[in-house]
């Protein structure tokens, strides 16, 4: 396929390898190494593609794997991605949910130190996430009724105040309250039971309280074809769901698969939500 360097997205030529070039033809590229150079054109590719995304120029955002701490020492003043689109884009709240054929995957914190876990779960986050999802699950994927388990925090799920009385104390009444307003929210199940025994496949998604407890389990089922997509943006953003393995720059071992379905999951999410909005504008003028 034929490839094309470009200076704006707007001078895209379709069904071609469309390469806009933001950054100075000699900017030195340290391969396998994270330099303050690659942060800073990280950072700017980063805001190059989400203005033109902003200004309609590309229909959907597939970020590549970044040097968070080296964006960081940069200037970048984010987490990652998701705390910066989160940002860029103006809304109160998104969801990081992976994805892929055989589960969903979302969380309630995301980049955070795990001390700080138990006192950043409250009942309204935990609804806000719900709800997100939800709605996400209905109109990015097409799931009618879409059905969510809510896992635990504490082993054995606090056996009962044993272990812990955020189960009964935040979940249990964050999850009667996502079902008071349609939504159909069960649990809070046990993590390890839970995906050992496979139950996460008699639901739709799986709302986890913490990074590692839902992406831990996410990657060892699904790792060369999960795509990270953010919910509950305006616009539709996807990404591998690794990260830079510089280690392997230069060495032909790099699996291409997790990058290819991020890409091919932003374009179903896409034509997902035009046919969803589509129905709901046909509804309303009946």
Do not use: W
């Amino acid at each position: 396929m034929d490839t094309y360097v470009i200076q704006s997205a707007r001078d895209a030529k379709p069904k071609k390898i469309n390469i806009v070039n933001c950054l100075p033809d000699n900017t030195y590229v340290e391969p396998g190494q994270s330099t303050p150079e690659s942060a800073k054109a990280a950072i700017t590719s980063l805001q190059r593609a989400v203005e033109d995304v902003k200004n309609g120029d590309i229909d959907v955002l597939v970020t590549a794997p970044i040097n968070k701490r080296a964006m960081v020492r940069e200037g970048f003043g984010n987490t990652g991605h998701t705390e910066y689109l989160e940002k860029e884009f103006g809304v109160e709240d998104v969801v990081m949910f992976m994805v892929s054929d055989r589960l969903r995957i979302g969380v309630v914190t995301g980049h955070i130190p795990l001390k700080d876990v138990p006192t950043s779960i409250t009942v309204e986050r935990i609804l806000g996430k719900l709800r997100l999802m939800s709605a996400s699950l209905k109109r990015d994927f097409g799931v009618v009724e879409p059905k969510i388990a809510v896992l635990g925090l504490n082993p054995h799920c606090g056996d009962g105040g044993l272990l812990g009385d955020e189960e009964e104390r935040i979940i249990l009444p964050a999850v009667k309250a996502a079902n008071s307003e349609g939504i159909l929210a069960f649990g809070p199940y046990s993590p390890d039971g839970f995906f050992g025994l496979g139950n996460y496949a008699k639901f739709d998604a799986t709302l986890a309280m913490y990074h590692d407890q839902g992406l831990a389990p996410f990657k060892a089922l699904a790792f060369e074809d999960g795509v990270n997509f953010t919910a509950g943006l305006p616009i539709v953003r996807t990404s591998p769901d690794h990260g830079t393995a510089f280690e392997m720059a230069g060495r032909d071992e790099a699996d291409p698969h997790s990058m290819m379905s991020s890409i091919y999951t932003a374009i179903d999410i896409l034509r997902n939500r035009q046919a969803y909005d589509d129905a709901q504008d046909n509804k309303m003028r009946k």
